[in-house]
């Protein structure tokens, strides 16, 4: 009977300057290649791959790195080699990467423009595959005080009251709000949902006294202010 024959290396078999946690140590993470970062995060490979065969088949699969590290878990799971413990190793890694991009308790950045809304939150919603309403919580000078997540799903005028909108604002003694939400398709046009729903806010916060500054729409690292485009 013929031995099977194995036509990658393990991760052992390689010479130890070339493994991607010797490379790691020696010259920093920052020269490892996404491959090497997603193999020292799986830590092992399969019977038929090494880690590092399997990290390339994993980005191979879904097209880049972007499409792997934003699949979900039984999506991962489709890949031959890949069972639920690695998918569920780089899922959280990635969770534990976008929470690290937004802001730390106690930190105040500054927003100035857009730009800087865009920023602050572009890393953790561009690859959402549902819509998310943030509300920026701003105190006079413009300081960011809090973000909130308002609402998840189809930004609609009947599902977000300005209640649950302005309540956020109020019990951190915002003196101004920012809204921003993201489109999954990857285009910011503001859509007549949107429109509506800032129309309908803006007059809200008149009333109390919280002025809605703008509202950020959110693409693949592409962004509207509708406040730039005269709709607050």
């Known amino acids: 009977m013929l031995e099977s024959i194995r036509y990658t290396c393990t991760i052992h078999e390689m010479p130890s300057d070339e493994r991607p946690r010797e490379r790691l140590l020696r010259l920093g993470p920052g020269a490892c290649t996404s491959s090497e970062l997603l193999a020292i995060l799986m830590r092992t490979g399969s019977s038929e791959r090494s880690a590092l065969g399997l990290a390339d088949e994993l980005i191979r699969h879904f097209g880049g790195l972007r499409g ?10 489709q890949v031959k080699g890949i069972g639920e413990v690695k998918a569920i190793e780089i899922s959280a890694a990635v969770e534990l ?119 950020i729409i959110l693409g693949h690292n592409i962004f509207v202010s509708m406040k730039e485009k005269g709709m607050v």
Do not use: C, W, Y
């Open 97 to 215: 990467g976008k929470r690290l991009a937004i802001i730390s308790e106690g930190d105040k950045p500054s927003i100035q423009s857009p730009r800087d809304v865009a920023n602050l939150l572009m890393p953790e919603l561009r690859d959402e595959r549902r819509e998310h309403l943030k509300g920026l919580m701003l105190d006079t000078k413009n300081r960011v005080i809090k973000v909130a997540t308002i609402s998840t799903g189809t930004l609609d005028s009947s599902l977000v009251h300005p209640r649950e909108v302005f309540r956020e604002a109020i019990v951190a003694n915002a003196a101004a709000l920012i809204l921003a939400h993201n489109h999954p398709s990857g285009d910011p046009s503001p859509s007549d949902a949107d429109r509506r729903v800032t129309t309908r806010l803006a007059a809200v916060g008149k009333e109390i006294g919280i002025e809605l500054l703008d509202h």
């Open 68 to 77: 792997a590290v934003t699949a979900g878990i039984e999506e991962m799971k």
